[in-house]
């Protein structure tokens, strides 16, 4: 591929990148976009590296090490056109059981990470005039139910992020998704919570059953693309209308 022809590439920065929604996102804009690829697990990440793509080790958690790592995406492929923020961490415990350390790993993954990068965001020496930001935030933050209370709490603020960074940042874009639960690594590791059963239960209470990470990528396409250029300052959800 020419230089002339990679300049041409909107640049992507997907943060959280080595599974799920990431991932998922990554493999599709692999041809069509410069990508800056950002994850704590990187070396998930070494098979897609070329001229075009670049992985960072990155752990959110850590503010400064998450600017670093967006400064540095900018270094290799230039201003970013579209960032995402798809990292996540999910805490099910009822709160009497939560330690401060506990609150603030969740508050500083779901929450705190997406707001360093809505800081980097908004600044015109890291992305272009016409740029977007995508967040994946959950129905948890507007249904929340026990044992999930700190994780909805810090994706409720990722909702009053998008609202409010769309009026600062204009004419920039920023938009969010809240997906119902996925079938993902993060919801895998829990088998003893999210088992046969409990899938067979949701799919039957929901009118169009499980959505898919697929589906969400679907929308998160659509929602950073020419196409959706007046929609900005709005979650979006998805979850095969489990939440009516």
């Known amino acids: 591929m020419s230089d002339a022809t990679s300049a041409l590439k909107p640049h992507m920065l997907i943060i959280g990148a080595s599974s799920g ?9 692999k041809n069509n976009c410069k990508l800056s690829l ?17 992985a960072f080790a990155c752990d959110v958690s850590d503010g400064q090490q998450l600017l670093d790592a967006i400064k540095a995406a900018v270094a290799a492929h230039g201003k970013i056109d579209r960032m995402v923020y798809c990292a996540g961490k999910q805490l099910i415990k009822p709160m009497r059981g939560i330690s401060p350390a506990d609150l603030d790993e969740v508050v500083r993954v779901n ?12 600044s015109a020496r890291v992305t272009t005039p016409e740029a977007s930001f995508l967040v994946i935030s959950s129905i948890a ?29 204009a004419p920039k874009r920023v938009i969010g998704i809240a997906p119902g639960w996925l079938d993902t690594e993060m919801t895998q590791a829990l088998p003893h919570i999210y088992d046969d059963a409990f899938r067979e239960r949701l799919s039957a209470s929901a009118p ?3 959505a898919s990470v697929e589906e969400v990528v679907d929308l998160a396409e659509y929602l950073m693309s020419d196409s959706a250029q ?3 300052g709005q979650t979006f959800t998805i979850d095969g209308g489990a939440s009516l």
């Open 21 to 29: 929604i990431g991932a998922e996102l990554a493999r599709r804009a």
């Open 38 to 54: 950002l994850a704590r697990r990187v070396d998930r990440l070494e098979a897609w590296s070329g001229p075009s793509t670049s």
């Open 111 to 122: 929450l705190t990470g997406a707001l360093v990068s809505a800081s980097a965001f908004a």
């Open 141 to 169: 933050a507007q249904r929340p139910e026990p044992g999930i209370i700190a994780y909805s709490a810090a994706k409720a603020g990722l909702d009053t992020l998008v609202h409010g960074l769309a009026r600062e940042c």
């Open 208 to 210: 169009r059953g499980i």
């Open 230 to 232: 007046s929609i900005t």
